[in-house]
């Protein structure tokens, strides 16, 4: 995975109209190296990797992400998600 690659897009729904249904995303808690932050929260959503991860690896890291309606500064949430940078193992 190279440095910007989209690891995770996020979703929510508000189902009010106009500016106040408009929702950001805010990263409350994001794993770090010794570089800084592994990967980034964009205001829309989208988890962009920081930095390269070899799939051989197999990584795992949890971040815990704000969502909020009116641009922002209204009504809030928060989830934890899991980001596993290894490959996907099929079992047939």
Partial sequence: MPP??????????DYDE???AAIEYLAISIP????GDLFEV????????QRSFDRADGESYNLTVRA?????????????Y???????????
């Fill in 4 to 13: 910007g690659y989209e690891a995770l897009r996020l979703s929510a729904v």
């Fill in 18 to 20: 106009g500016d106040n």
């Fill in 32 to 35: 770090q190296d010794e570089a």
């Fill in 42 to 49: 964009t205001e829309t959503g989208e988890v962009l990797a």
């Fill in 68 to 80: 909020a309606d009116d641009n922002g500064d209204g009504n809030s949430g928060k989830t934890g």
């Fill in 82 to 92: 899991s980001l596993d940078t290894g490959y996907v193992h099929y079992m047939y």
